[in-house]
């Protein structure tokens, strides 16, 4: 079988992403960067606003558009408040990326089988797949970013076709500014062009030089065009938002320069291999493909250490520091796949029992941990719980067999099982925490706001989730501790338990206010409380 999988290495990338995170993509609730990034898309296509971007209403130019436009497209096909089709561009992207890693490790000259391996670590990285939820748009950048470095790796390393290659390479740069800034240009493609100047070294440069400048203009134009028209077309709101967002990176989630120095953790399943793949003077002796080793060596060393230098600071920024990671920690999993089963040295074995016994034990203690956490949740989602149950039981047995008679090739397949078994049948019990009897779609507001002929009003910002479950505008009339109220003599109003009292002394004298309704988009126990607001009737007396 695993020959087989071997053999349609595509095939299996493609199975293992879609399985892992196609089947179930709408469960996982709409984190707040998600709803963001959809209630823009929706605004794209309900109200045209497809270059000047829009959230509730207002400019919103802290992000590119193109993933965006992808995802407002995938709504228009499939339905513009289909969670499912508004994750769908990003989970093609996660698949994308493990492609160009794919046919990166080839160019390499690294075999079909650890490039597989290189693609497969990438998807099943913790962060690269959480990252579709976390912050989706992050993926987009860094994923076209490494297409880009494909083309630009063959330009360098092949005589033929430089100019095609120059294009490609400049046209999927572009993109990659167009999805997320700069970001991607300074955690993945510097590095990138720092390690591979120290490795294989810039050859026969002079006579790329026109191809290279072309590359420059070319990515700088695809990826620039849009900040210079809404620089141009509304240039107050683009500075003011240009000015925050550059005072956040020295202002804002700051951390001490070594808080990246556990990055391999980010890798999730993966973490002891990752680690054990940076220690250069050991796996350097154990390695086919030493120059390739060193590429992605100091690859991975690079990004991390630009990112450290950048004073704001956040888990999810380390991905691009996963990508050439994928491709180091690969060289490792290659090592013990042709001599694991010839190592007797004990510094060498312990490592891999204890990394892929611990995924082992985790698979055995799946069914009996679901069981006790979730309890009466299990009702509803039985046949998910027995499915997972099944097949990581099943998993677990396997696992502790194969390491105990060395088949370390084995071993490798049934970790990513297990990532995909998770997915595939795991995720639905998800729903099972959602159990906040307090829960009131925002909504339902539509009905009263019909029903009374009144539209209404937020006091301060309101949280993107409840924006995107509302769907619609929800102007916000209290700005600068100034309160603007509506000419309307009946209105509705949200606002936030704490500023109750305020607003209802600037009100009370010539207005009644009569509460009703609390929406609580809170879904699990953990209450939060900017996901609550409390709507009251305003009449003028």
Request: glycine share 4%.
């Amino acid at each position: 079988m695993i020959k087989i999988f071997e053999k349609y290495p595509l095939a299996l990338l493609s199975g293992v992403v879609l399985l892992m995170l196609l089947i179930h993509l709408e469960v996982p609730n709409i984190t707040i960067m998600e709803a963001r990034n959809f209630i823009t898309a929706r605004e794209m296509v309900q109200d045209n606003h497809w270059i000047l971007t829009t959230i509730n209403g207002e400019a919103r130019y802290q992000k590119p558009p193109l993933p965006t436009w992808l995802t407002a497209v995938s709504g228009m096909l499939f339905g513009i408040n289909n969670v499912w089709a508004l994750r769908l561009p990003a989970v093609l992207m996660v698949l994308f990326s493990g492609i160009c890693i794919y046919y990166l490790s080839l160019k390499l000259n690294l075999s079909k089988i650890q490039s597989l391996h290189n693609s497969l670590i990438l998807v099943t990285s913790f962060y690269i797949f959480a990252i579709i939820i976390e912050a989706p748009w992050d993926i987009f950048a860094h994923g076209f970013m490494l297409a880009g470095l494909y083309f630009l790796f063959l330009f360098f390393e092949e005589n033929n076709a430089r100019w095609k290659n120059a294009l490609l390479a400049a046209f999927f740069v572009g993109l990659s500014l167009l999805s997320k800034g700069p970001v991607s240009l300074y955690v993945l493609f510097l590095p990138f062009l720092i390690s591979y100047g120290i490795v294989f070294k810039f050859k026969d440069l002079k006579s790329r030089i026109l191809p290279l400048l072309i590359f420059l203009i070319l990515f700088l134009v695809i990826g620039g065009w849009w900040f210079v028209y809404v620089r141009l077309a509304d240039p107050e709101a683009f500075l003011e938002i240009a000015t925050k967002e550059t005072e956040n990176w020295s202002s804002y989630n700051i951390k001490p320069i070594y808080y990246y120095w556990n990055f391999f953790i980010q890798s999730g399943l993966w973490a002891i291999p990752a680690f054990i793949s940076l220690l250069y003077p050991y796996l350097i002796k154990r390695v086919a493909y030493k120059k390739a080793y060193q590429f992605s060596f100091w690859w991975t060393i690079i990004a991390v250490i630009l990112l450290s230098l950048i004073p704001e600071k956040k888990a999810r920024y380390l991905v691009p520091a996963l990508i050439p990671l994928a491709i180091n920690s690969g060289f490792y999993i290659q090592y013990l796949m042709a001599d694991f089963s010839k190592i007797t040295a004990k510094k060498e074995t312990i490592p891999v029992y204890f990394n892929f016994g611990l995924i082992a034990a985790l698979s055995l203690a799946v069914p009996f941990a679901l069981f006790f956490l979730l309890k009466d949740g299990l009702q509803n989602h039985l046949i998910s719980y027995l499915l997972t149950s099944l097949a990581t039981l099943l998993i677990g047995i396997l696992l502790i067999r194969n390491l105990y008679v060395k088949k370390f090739s084995t071993v490798f397949y049934l970790t990513i099982l297990f990532v995909v078994s998770l997915g595939a049948f795991g995720l639905p019990l998800s729903k099972s925490l959602n159990n906040n009897a307090e829960f009131r779609s925002i909504n339902t507001l539509h009905q009263f706001e019909k029903s009374n002929k009144i539209t209404s009003y937020s006091i301060g910002e309101m949280a993107p989730e409840l924006l995107w479950d509302y769907n619609g505008i929800l102007k916000d009339i209290y700005k600068n501790e100034t309160l603007k109220i509506p000419a309307e003599p009946n209105f509705g109003l949200l606002l936030m338990n704490e500023d109750t009292e305020i607003i209802a002394a600037q009100l009370r004298q010539d207005y009644n206010l009569k509460r009703i309704e609390t929406y609580n988009l809170n879904v699990g126990s953990k209450s939060k409380e900017r996901l609550i607001r409390e709507f009251y009737l305003v009449s003028k007396k």
